[in-house]
């Protein structure tokens, strides 16, 4: 019976977190961003949306909690540091985007309030580039 119910609760958070992904999506649409990649995954971790505008090159990772000071809190130092690998993965399989300048970014959702966009979230290492 338990390992129903948290089967089941394992079930609505990924609906939850597809909703929050799925509505970042159309907040930077909005903005004027192209999506290039959504839910990509690597062997070093998931990127949940890539998008760009112009040259700019965002990495946003998006978080759904009961408030925004949640959400933002909730990217670790450990969590950048997966996402920034997860980032250089992606870069490697997709040289075209070499000339573009990388952020990374991040989305804040909670319920009852308008989603936040914070750009340049987190700082681009120097070696960005290197994979």
Not at 46 to 60: C, H, P, S, T, Y
Request: hydrophobic share 40%; with cysteine; proline share 5%.
């Amino acid at each position: 019976m338990a390992d129903t119910k948290s089967r089941k609760e394992r079930r609505r958070r990924f609906r939850i977190g597809l909703r929050a992904e799925t509505i970042a999506a159309m907040l930077l649409r909005a903005k004027g961003y192209r999506i290039l990649s959504r839910r990509y995954k690597t062997p070093v971790g998931e990127l949940d949306i890539v998008a760009r505008r112009g040259k700019r090159l965002a990495f946003v990772e998006v978080k759904r909690r009961a408030t925004l000071d949640e959400a933002a809190f909730s990217v670790t130092p450990r969590a950048q540091r997966r996402i920034i690998r997860a980032a250089q993965f992606w870069l490697g399989h997709r040289p075209k985007y070499a000339r573009y300048d990388p952020c990374f970014d991040l989305i804040m959702l909670a319920p009852g309030r308008w989603p936040q966009h914070l750009q340049d979230a987190f700082g681009v290492p120097d070696d960005m580039w290197v994979g």
